[in-house]
């Protein structure tokens, strides 16, 4: 089977490897690199539990091919945290029980943080726009709207 | 057998891989690689094209071209295009947006498809290696047809583009149906010149051709857009799939195009 | 066009687990050398909690403080047996079987803390911060970590112990039905208030008032985000969840997030939760099980309050627009 | 969310160090780092991957099954018939004596409902496997089939499954769960009204967002390791120790982290089929369902029809309930005879009613067999319930919610399937309810309580 070079950066770090031509981004990350942070809920692009962030944006790993990722910047939520200081999203999670299974919180936090880094202050409806990709069954949504918007609050306060 | 990629600097090169067997233009993704996710053992591959002039937007003279590759988040973020902004983040959520591209929303079937209805009431031509086609004549080929280059249309003018589109599920659903209009209006007040593009009413986007054929002359008021609403239903042939059935596609289209005319 | 609005309520009871088989849950817990404590299980956490929940209901029965206790579940060759995460059965069940076992390990813990400070077990008693204290005197003190030492290096103890549930299994009686089909009940009532669009038969939820029973909140946080999750859930079932639209035709089941239709985070009602709480006799600390029951008022509520607007019953689920919408014309052309 | 602490204050201690605190969830670090381990969250060289073929006939006679191709597909390592499947016909509940086994593990000779598994494919790569399936040859011999549970019961339907002989489950009390309490017909006769409805549910999935699967590695010392996300590893363990006629102490069952039940996770398939190709093969194999499987393909909550007759009096009393319950097993039992069975002893109802006769039926149809799922056996049936008192309370025209606290239940008061009533709570949710809501009720109601009368 022909293999194809992928070299990227993934929480800043490089990575190359090569993987079977046509495989996602997603099995690459959980397989090969062994980031199991994103998720395969659906591999059909209907979850939202394997968005990534590739250079700013969000999208689907599961979706995407990881030969089409070559010398891009790649964030998951296990890059998030440094040095085990959380980030504020995943703080703001934590305290508003905003997780139950935790399946879909990986996800879930990307949406988060790619929409607080182009709209610090965002509105509900903002935050309800940007998390509407993302599939949640246990929670009802609403612990998680309100950790975005609490984890908005505590980044404007810091920044003031 | 892998599912390979093959990558062309050239539109030409790649619509010459894609005449082999089980080779699909892999655009955003959204539908191919799903389909291939999903077991569809019918694809057998993949084809895509770098070629520079498929992700850009050229906004000249009133006139639009979109290159093929240009993503719905780009197109609802462009300065020029703020009219097709709600149409183009009708589509799916955040992530898909960054992804599907505006040639892909061309293929994509019932009750997906939204931006397409609206490159349709924009009367758009589509552009490939092959030519150029109006979208009404494209989409009842497009199975098999070349690869999309652009698509290209002219702006409409201010407020005259009207988008609607009802989901069950707020704020990212797919479609119950979706409606595009341009109207433009006659210094009366009276429509001059109407294009309705109906989604989910058909195996396709269609054009409501009666109903825009009755709102000319008619002002947009609850009595003025009545036998327009009578008659967007003419030559209708909506699916029933699992978010509505066709009866009730039927039934709530008229209140929906009431609604958008008056809104 | 009319946005018409009505509200309806509900009442219900739900049953804590079920009374196949016993409904057994077995727990073994055990202190390691510097007194934090193991829990053993093999019961499975979903999402809800389970985890959290045994650690707190073991530190409260040893008497430490809830970090000093882990939990480790759902590994066969070491949890005894559980019968499952289900039926509301897994706080009651594995929590009835955590308290036994951690007692045991108490009595134990005690019984080594005595021979330490000289006197008799029954006069002691833990101070939840991770001491033993002589009641009393609480003066005369030792710590859970020197008690724990002490009983592995010195005095060759093993502070451990055994819990499990099981009742008695109940078959229903064939003529009468008589049986005992479950333990506690928890309860609810919910009132829901509804916009329906005349025109479309499109329902909003605006508000749901929930008030549940449910025994004690073991941790009102986690209570919190069962009950906000299972309301929602609730709503999602009335109006939206099938994998069969046309049932009993087999036909256009949805196979993704897109057509298997949930409300997204733009249709959610605003949300009201009071908790009430009667401990139940037989459940761990008072509870009962919130986890199913909370996700079911809403439907019959929200059936009534579609009822309240636009006076047409739909009487099979889910409540989609088409059915509100075939009911209204039934109703306009009668 | 509110606590409202000043209902039953005084039969519960309020003064506990752990219970009652809002503690963090200690898995919650874990969930926003995305280090919690899921089951799938595991590599093993050498993974096998299974993907099934499946029926794509409601009810069919398998003729003949040619896996020659796929076993020559490139990538393939094995394929798996019924006849590969030491015990193939199993039903999860029996080892608590709940009988007859009636479901394929690999279907032989027959599929009863679109979807079944047929031929399971193992190969080295998803792909391999996916386009292996396609090349499985199965003859069917298309069969009548039959989807409406009322059809189902007619003499002369199509029989959906031969284990049982018949389209409902045979309880030791016959054709349905029953209770009997009280005369039901003079209650109906002596009744101000008597009012019947019926009422109808269709399929409802779990949809987790984590599907279904599992992961089983050989360990080489004769042993497997099965990363599973069960919500009973029990029931897994000792049914995979059944179907696969292997002691369970060959069997080692890891999970507990799991994305989402709902009652989803309770049947055990993929967890005996997945042991049984890594025992054949010697390799890590891995069987997770696809989204489109978990749509349709894993047991839902079964369809319901629901007929509720009363009879009530002006005054408000319901002297009279008879309710006739359906639950859509679809074609094989898994937990639905207990589901049904749960039913007939949760009505009437939280309400007290002298006069009551319940009949539950677990009914058969060529469907995806259902299952549990979150309010199992209740949910459906209080949605008819509390659509009724509605209706009850508009046609002797008085408030919904007065109408309830006249019938409530209460400590002490009998249960139609002869349990007297314990701690009984329905009257105060209702009473906060009345003032959350803003929906007055008379002041008699709002003085009313729980406890026994008196007491």
Known sequence: MAKVPVQFTLNGSEKAEFVDSGTTLLHALRDKIGDTSPKGGCHQGTCGACSVIIDGELRLSCLTLAETCNGVAITTTAGLSEAGVLHPLQRAFLEAFATQCGFCTPGMIMAAKVLLDHTPNPSRDEVVEALSGNICRCTGYEPIIQAVLTAARSNSQNAA | MALALQTFATVKDANAALKAAGTRYLGGGTLVIRAANEGDVSVSGFVRSTEPSLSTIAVAGGKVRIGASVTMSTISRHADLGALAKAARAVGGPAVRNMATIGGNLFAPAPYGDFAVALLALDAIVGTDDGEAPIEIFLANRYGSAIVTSVSFALPKADSFRFLKVSRVKPKGVSVLSIASVLELAPDGTVSSARIALGCMADRPMRAKSAENALIGQSLTKDGIASALAAVNDGTSPATDPIASAWYRNEVLPVHLGRLLLG | ?334 | MELRKNYFADVRKDDLHEIGQPRPRSDSPGHVTGKTAFFADRNFPGMLHLKMVRSPHHHARIRSIDASEAERHPGVVRVLTAKDVPHNVYTILILIQIGPEDETVLADGKVRWKGEAVVAVLAETERAAQEAVAKVKVDYEVLPAVFDMEEALKPGAPLVNEYHGQNYYLYDSGECRKVRFGDVEAGFAGADHVLEQSYQSSPIEHAPTETTGCLVVPEGNDRFTCYTNTQAMFFTLDNTSIILQMPGSKLHFVGGTVGGGFGGKVDVIVEPIAILGAKLTGRPVCFIYSREEEMQISSPRAAEKIVIKDGVMKDGRIVARKVTGYTDAGAYSRHSPYGAQKGAGHYPGPYTIPNVWIDTYCVYTNRTPSSAMRGFGVTIGDFALEVQMDKLARLIGMDPLEFRFINAYRDGDMKAHRQPTEGAALIECMQEASRAANWPVAEKFMAMTSYVKGA
Not at chain 3, 121 to 141: M, R, W, Y
């Open chain 3, 1 to 334: 066009m009319a946005i018409r609005r009505g509200r309806g309520v509900a009442a219900i009871n739900y049953p804590t687990g079920m009374n196949l088989g016993g409904d057994p849950t077995q727990a073994l817990v055990h202190s390691t050398p510097t007194g934090n404590f193991m829990v053993t299980l093999s019961s499975v956490d979903l999402g809800q909690g389970m985890k959290q929940i045994m650690a707190q209901i073991c530190a409260e029965t040893i008497g430490v403080p809830t970090d000093r206790v882990v939990v480790d579940t759902a590994d066969t060759d070491t949890g005894p047996h559980c019968m499952g995460t289900f039926a509301s059965r897994g706080t009651h069940r594995a929590g009835n079987a955590v308290i036994q076992a951690a007692r045991e390990a108490r009595q134990v813990m005690l019984e080594v803390a005595a021979e330490e400070l000289e006197v008799n077990a029954s006069d002691l008693e833990t101070d939840g911060q991770g001491n033993i204290l002589v009641k009393g005197a609480p003066q005369k003190s030792i710590s859970i970590f020197d008690v724990a030492l002490s009983a592995h290096f010195k005095r060759g103890r093993s502070i451990s112990g055994r819990g499990m549930f099981l009742i008695p299994r109940s078959y229903p009686e064939k003529e009468t039905g008589a049986m005992k089909p479950s333990t506690c009940y928890a309860h609810a009532c919910t009132v829901a208030e509804v916009e329906v669009d005349d025109e479309t038969g499109e329902v909003t939820v605006l508000t749901v008032k929930n008030v549940f029973e449910i025994g004690r909140a073991l941790n009102p946080k986690m209570v919190e985000q069962q009950l906000v999750g299972g309301s929602w859930m609730g709503i999602s079932h009335a109006l939206y969840e099938t994998t069969e639209p046309y049932y009993p035709n087999r036909d256009h089941g949805g196979t993704d997030f897109n057509q298997y239709l949930m409300p997204g985070p733009g249709d959610l009602a605003e949300t009201e939760i009071i908790v009430l709480e009667r401990p139940s006799a037989d459940g761990p600390y008072g509870a009962k099980g919130p986890g199913e029951m909370c996700a079911n008022p809403q439907i019959p509520a929200v059936a009534n309050a579609v009822f309240d607007a636009v006076g047409v019953r739909i009487d099979t689920l889910p409540i989609t627009p088409e059915r509100i919408l075939r009911a209204l014309k039934a109703q306009a052309a009668n």
